[in-house]
């Protein structure tokens, strides 16, 4: 391909997913467009997931391997995002695998104002060639600001591989580190507080893992930092929004009397409820 074509880095987190890792970098390297660096952040693995890394970084030359000390998921995203030289970024889990025209397809729907690329995905378990319906539908979705806040996780979310980013957009956005789950609402939330337009691919690209040990499923964990990434949301939230994202809490909160006991009995959810009779007053 010719050098006027974008390039396209590929940001691969990993901690301990040996494996599964070779399926991920493999369906990096069968890509169709060609112009890509996938830069693999080994975020201190005690697996053998360096050593994959290695083999890859041998194989062809746009690997590029960053091997730090454990500090999390987003940490090590941030260092790819510092580290980036592409036009486009496309985020991809190790545990994850992309179809092999998800760039090509994605960057033939590109126009001038294009800040972001979206595709629809599947779930597997073991094997891409059994896959499973997604847990929402993306077709539907009106991509905005105002629907992440407000729908995420209600009536939708989007996988962090589903979306092709320009970069130039964020220069200025990084993954919360305080935060082990949902930081990529966040994350999102950010990224939409911009103006540019999103095209999306009708076409189901992306294959995202159902792993029986990722960090989805450990139940408490999410709760935990669901709370937690609500809060930091709430107070990063322009004066517009807080309402809005305060009466979606309640009507959450209200489903189980146990919850509503936690937010009504915590400092900091109390503190939330003083601003929003403040706001409204």
């Not at 592409?86 to 998800?102: A, E, M, N, R």
């Not at 994605?106 to 779930?123: C, E, H, N, V």
């Amino acid at each position: 391909m010719q050098s006027k074509e974008p390039l396209v880095s590929i940001i691969i987190p990993c901690y301990n997913q040996a494996q599964f890792l070779e399926e991920t970098l493999n369906s990096v390297l069968a890509q169709s467009y060609k112009n890509w660096e996938c830069l693999i952040v080994n975020d201190g693995s005690t697996d053998n997931s360096l050593e994959i890394c290695n083999i890859f970084k041998s194989k062809d030359h746009r690997f590029l391997l960053f091997d730090i000390e454990n500090k999390g998921r987003s940490n090590a995203r941030n260092i790819g995002l510092d580290q980036a030289k592409g036009d486009w970024i496309q985020f991809l889990d190790s545990d994850d695998v992309l179809h092999k025209d998800k760039i090509l397809n994605s960057l033939a729907l590109q126009k001038k104002k294009s800040g972001m690329i979206i595709t629809d995905f599947l779930r597997f378990r073991k094997t891409i060639n059994k896959p499973r319906r997604a847990f929402c539908d993306l077709s539907k979705v009106d991509f905005n600001y105002e629907n992440i806040l407000l729908q995420w996780e209600l009536k939708f979310s989007i996988p962090i591989h589903c979306g092709l980013f320009k970069k130039s957009i964020l220069n200025s956005i990084r993954f919360n580190t305080d935060l082990n789950a949902n930081e990529d609402w966040c994350f999102w939330l950010e990224f939409y507080k911009n103006e540019f337009s999103t095209e999306y691919v009708n076409q189901k690209l992306v294959f995202y893992r159902m792993n029986p040990n990722g960090t989805v499923v450990n139940f408490d964990h999410m709760e935990e930092n669901t709370k937690l990434a609500k809060l930091h949301i709430f107070n990063n939230l322009e004066d517009q929004y807080k309402s809005m994202f305060f009466n979606r809490v309640i009507k959450e909160l209200s489903k189980t009397k146990h919850d509503f006991k936690f937010y009504k009995d915590n400092i900091f959810y109390r503190k939330v409820f003083y601003k929003i009779k403040r706001l409204l007053s």
